[in-house]
């Protein structure tokens, strides 16, 4: 069961866990057998393997200089419920108690614009019963992080130089599930006292993970200084990445079965729905071990609820890799994140920084863009907490750099690389070349 609150005292985010949680492992779903279906939910719910084993840390002959870390947040709440449906799912969230030693570590949020400490309120619960806010981060979705936290900090050992608490930069998208993501992720490496800043954008629009196209925000109920709400387009700042985004929304299409299954079950409003935002409902319920949602006309089988993730996924390849805008849209929009990336592991090498760590706490549309700008996009909706890592490492022998990227704890050689260790002056070239063939992103954006 989850968690949400976070409450800033004297300058210092103190976020404590309550230990009220109850069915620790989450029972299957009562009808929910189909494989199709419990094998898209199984591996988007992220219970098991993939935050706890992996291939970072080791690559013989090498030393580790540097590292990048971008991080879904863990589970959630849904943000989306179907249209129709006879009620809308309840998911319970526990506070975080200033009085409870499960935690006794320290951050602060810093503002990245002015680098003051940011006070953040304390989020009450949406009802007397502790029912989760839209998009909060649960109990589940804490141990997740921390989870994989713990497994970084082991498989990293031996290498001490990366992820010294002087030489971290820790950056949150401002949502407090992300926020508390980071908080979980941290909690292992905070044993020595020594407390850590997490920097937040505070305006949405200026933090690039979102990068710089079209985008939807979701912060709705779970934003520290937005109303209440559902979720928003925000145009971002190039104008031909939004245009490329449209073209390729356009393309898509639901098929006209699911469709009529969909309005024959609920209402038209369920059939014209965003694929995304029912499979938004769809997962999020099945990963709290949920029934399928019921209508006028019935309850929504495995069968019809695995060809609306299946669809779902269609829809995030298409998006972000599709040849009518989504790939080109993309590149465009993540460059300036990349580019950040990239230019960090080049100060790393040339020993111009003394920041080695970086870490990124954000979104599902966050990981796919940020991954089908490079051309490795695996085309399904990336599980919770999900993780991208660029490791910097060092010959031995020959004193060279090199970029190795992992995706959920599997080595992606790059394209124009062709191996997994991809040379740094190579993965530089790879990444200036998503604006080709432009040679400033303005530019590019304008073309």
Known sequence: MPIRKNKIVGGVLVLIMMLVYVNKEMPPPAGLATPAFSRRTSRYCNTGGLVRDGKEGGVKGHTLIGITVTVRHGDRSAIHSIPGSGMEAVYNCTGIDEGSNAWPASLKIISETTGDVINRPTFSAATPTHACHPGQLTRQGFEQLRNLGSYLK??????????????????????????????GFLSPFL?????????????????????????????????????????????????????????????????????????SLFNTGAAEKEITDLGDAIHAGACHGMPLPCGQGGCLTAATAADILKAADKFYCERFMGNAGGRAAAKLSMYPFLRSISDGLQFVADGQTNINTRLYFGHDTVIAPLLAALGVYDCLWPPYASRV????????????????????????????????????????RIINGLILPSTTLDAACEG
């Open 154 to 183: 082991k498989s990293y050992a031996k290498h001490p130089s990366v992820f010294n608490h002087s030489a971290m930069y820790i950056r949150s998208t401002d949502y407090s599930r992300t926020v508390l993501s980071s908080a």
């Open 191 to 263: 044993d020595n006292g020594v407390p850590l800043a997490v920097r937040v954008n505070e305006n949405e629009e200026n933090e690039m993970m979102h990068g710089v196209g079209l985008r939807a925000s979701s912060a709705g109920a779970n934003s520290y200084d937005k109303k209440a709400g559902g979720e928003k387009v925000i145009l971002g700042g190039c104008a031909k990445a939004v245009s490329l985004s449209r073209s390729q929304k356009a393309t898509f299409r639901k098929s006209s079965h699911l469709k009529q299954d969909l309005a």
């Open 389 to 428: 890592v660029f490791e910097l490492w060092r010959d031995d022998a020959n004193g060279s750099n090199y970029v190795r990227l992992i995706y959920n704890g599997l080595p992606l050689p790059l394209r124009g690389c062709g191996k997994e260790l991809c040379p740094l002056p190579r993965f530089r």
